[in-house]
């Protein structure tokens, strides 16, 4: 059986207007992106639509799922680190980026253990209901644990590899019986005649 999985990251956002970092609106750019790859999204023929439950990816997934998707799940497991992640750290923000090494440490284990559990569920699923496509909508960090997964790698490479989503926000990973995992970048969408002047 052969599964493709496509790992799309959240669209653009725009964090001024946010009373937190996990409630970011799309920019106008983010969607017009968004909606560009929601159009090719069709022929990928999704069977399933797993989400992150941040605004950004709930945003991005609605745009992509009209007339792709038999199934959709938002899933908290999918979202990107939170102070959640610290058990309640007294020391910590909501910011990411304020954290000590320590903490974010203990954060990316934590999502990595949440987004494990997530990929053997959706993966479970997919097998179970002979799914051949899966879309995965998402932080670009969360898509980066997931690829370091099928790379055969963990959490303790993510601060040293990174894969860029920076180029094309997809990414295609297909899993065929005992071969492995290919993975591919597609290539992004041709802007409108009107944007590309």
């Not at 996990?22 to 069709?42: D, F, M, N, Q």
């Not at 934590?110 to 879309?135: K, M, P, Q």
């Amino acid at each position: 059986m052969e599964i493709h999985f496509y790992l799309i990251r959240e669209g653009d956002t725009d964090p001024s207007g946010a009373t937190d970092p996990y409630s970011a609106p799309l920019t106008e750019a983010g969607i017009a992106s968004v909606k560009r790859w929601a159009t090719i999204a069709r022929e990928w023929r999704l069977d399933m639509l797993c989400v992150s439950t941040l605004r950004a990816a709930l945003d991005t997934g609605d745009l992509i799922e009209p007339g792709t998707v038999g199934v959709r799940w938002d899933l908290t497991e999918l979202d990107d680190l939170a102070l959640d992640d610290l058990n309640y750290d007294p020391r910590a923000t909501h910011l990411v980026s304020t954290w000590t090494d320590e903490q974010m440490e203990q954060g990316l284990i934590s999502l990595w253990t949440r987004l494990t559990a997530a990929y053997a569920r959706i993966l479970l699923y997919a097998e179970t209901y002979n799914l051949h496509a899966v879309g995965i909508v998402a932080s670009e960090r969360v898509l980066n644990l997931l690829l370091l997964n099928w790379l055969g790698a963990d959490w303790r490479q993510a601060r040293h590899v990174r894969l860029s989503f920076a180029g094309s926000p997809v990414c295609r990973v297909t899993l065929a019986d005992e071969k492995g995992a290919t993975i591919e970048w597609l290539a992004p969408p041709p802007l409108p005649a009107e944007e590309s002047t």
